[in-house]
């Protein structure tokens, strides 16, 4: 691809963002928005507040319909983001995207009241993605070198569902990605 990847990425979130939220009351837009907007506010450097932005951008390239989970299909979305924004990003930000799916069923493993707290959408997908991790499961996870960055992504992606919650728009977001972007120009 040619041009200027934080441009390209700016007009993903902004255009194919109308897709609604899986079951949720919000669009994939305004997720990817507020999930990047609470991370800003939390003091997360620029690799937490892009991999934010761009957790979900595996449902914006793929094509299964805004909510799969509802027909039984895992759409794997953190991998197809993790394999999207990897030409562009480094380690930092692709691998808490690509661990976003995984940490749900850490939490849910380790924190009693975890499970309690997801929305309805993440309850369904997570049985599809292999429910609460076993032991051995979490052990591991908790040994990879981005896990605490993917739990923190992980927290702001489910308070990022707040129908109504006024945030920045796309373009403030983009010195942030032109920051992270290590590749892809020209
Ligand atoms: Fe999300």
Not at 2 to 10: K, N, Q
Not at 34 to 52: F, H, K, M, P
Not at 102 to 120: G, H, P
Request: glycine letters at 10%; aromatic letters at 8%; one cysteine or more.
């Amino acid at each position: 691809m040619t041009g200027d990847p934080a441009e390209m990425i700016a007009a993903l979130i902004d255009g194919k963002g109308e897709g609604r939220y899986g079951l949720s009351d919000i669009n994939q837009g305004a997720h990817a928005l507020q999930a990047a907007w609470l991370a800003e506010r939390s003091g997360c450097g620029a690799a937490l507040i892009v991999a934010a932005l761009l957790h979900d951008v595996g449902h914006m390239v793929h094509d299964l319909g805004e909510n799969p989970a509802a027909e039984g299909v895992d759409d794997r979305h953190e991998q197809v983001g993790y394999d999207f924004l990897r030409d562009y990003f480094g380690p930092e930000v692709t691998e808490p995207v690509r661990l976003h799916v995984a940490a749900k069923r850490y939490l849910c493993a380790v924190e009693a009241d975890y499970f309690a707290r997801l929305s309805e959408d993440s309850v369904l997908s997570l049985s599809l993605q292999g429910g609460p991790m076993s032991e051995q499961e979490v052990e591991a996870f908790a040994a990879l070198p981005h896990a605490v960055a993917a739990v923190q992504l992980r927290r702001f992606d489910e308070a990022a569902k707040v129908k109504g919650l006024v945030t920045p728009a796309v373009g403030h977001f983009v010195p942030y990605v032109r920051e992270c972007v290590t590749q892809g120009w020209g």
